[in-house]
């Protein structure tokens, strides 16, 4: 069943998706497609505090609102909502499961509120859908299904758009053979484990490296300098905003990551690049999109594996074999 507003003027679409990085990166499909489709459409974004920055100066939006959870979060939620529905949205489309953002959807005062059947405020909703995890489809086609009957199947990509000043910040890192690596994780266990970082390093000497990720990873970025052979590497994880990082990885020889948000940088600009999965597993959807993508896991059957959806703060088992069992060379194959 098709529910296309018919109307002669602009439509305004609102998307909601207000968890981390990576899920922003990963609701962009519906930014470019939105667009193709509804060419003449005011689309509108709501994201949390910190990662509007992936948004800047974007050709496709219009108004990126910003929540910020950390401090008054329910106050700065009700001051979203009134931003909200003054716009009388023709389309609200929540990609979250979560209570706070279907509580969004539901006061949003849209004509047609879209959304997956698990969020608690789902019963608002003209469209549901199943959000289904583990039968190997990916998160960006799960997303792609709720406005699949006011569009079409057609597949869409995550895509960031670096500016030019972007490039013009990281030309001076460019002028040799490099390789970014973005070692750190939000989620202990889904982090591939410094010792094993400085061996990569060691063996990739005839590369510069650059060291990428969030100012929170910087002491990592340092010890893994301090303590590898390798002289031609450098720390960037202070230096760069996301579409700083993204432009850099975009011409990286290759980009190695964790099952993280840089894996999804690298999909956004189509950049070479291979992911480590220690405690997740790809069949979760939440895997690489790049034409060059690469994933190395442990070759072991372990029965700890997966942990969990989306990583631990520690291995329950204590033994990390997931990680640990993951050779150096299983990366080296794909450079």
């Not at 060291?211 to 910087?218: E, H, V, W």
């Not at 070759?299 to 204590?318: A, Q, V």
Request: hydrophobic share 35%; net charge positive.
């Amino acid at each position: 069943m098709q529910y296309i507003i018919k109307k002669k003027f602009l439509k305004k679409i609102l998307i909601i998706q207000t968890a981390f990085i990576g899920d922003v990166i990963l609701a962009t499909p519906l930014i470019e497609k939105l667009f193709d489709k509804f060419p003449n459409s005011k689309i509108d974004f709501v994201l949390r505090k910190g990662n509007e920055k992936l948004f800047t100066n974007h050709p496709k939006l219009n108004t990126v609102f910003v929540w910020d959870k950390k401090q008054n979060k329910y106050k700065n939620l009700i001051k979203v909502l009134k931003q909200i529905r003054v716009n009388n949205y023709d389309y609200v489309i929540n990609l979250q499961r979560f209570a706070t953002s279907g509580f969004l959807t539901f006061l949003s005062k849209g004509k047609i509120k879209i959304g997956f059947n698990k969020n608690p405020f789902s019963f608002s909703y003209k469209i549901k859908i199943k959000h289904i995890i583990g039968n190997g489809t990916h998160e960006t086609e799960r997303n792609l299904l709720l406005i699949e009957s006011i569009t079409d199947s057609s597949k869409y990509l995550p895509k960031l758009y670096p500016e030019k000043s972007n490039y013009e910040k990281i030309n001076k890192y460019t002028n040799e053979k490099y390789i970014c690596i973005a070692p750190a994780s939000v989620w202990f266990t889904k982090q591939y484990p410094k010792h094993k970082w400085i061996e990569l390093v060691n063996v990739l000497q005839s590369y510069k490296i650059y060291l990428i990720g969030a100012p929170s990873d910087n002491d990592l970025c340092n010890a893994i300098i301090t303590e590898s052979t390798h002289k031609n590497i450098t720390n960037l994880s202070t230096e760069l905003s996301f579409l700083d990082s993204a432009a850099l990885i975009k011409t990286a020889e290759m980009n190695y990551v964790n099952d993280s948000a840089p894996m999804h940088i690298a999909s956004s600009v189509n950049a070479n690049v291979t992911v480590v999965y220690c405690s997740t597993i790809p069949s979760y959807g939440f895997g690489p999109l790049s034409e060059k993508s690469n994933i190395v896991e442990v070759i072991d059957n372990l029965n700890c594996r997966p942990c969990g959806l989306h990583g631990k703060k520690e291995c329950h088992e204590t033994h990390f074999n997931c990680a640990e069992k993951i050779q150096v060379d299983q990366l080296i194959n794909f450079l």
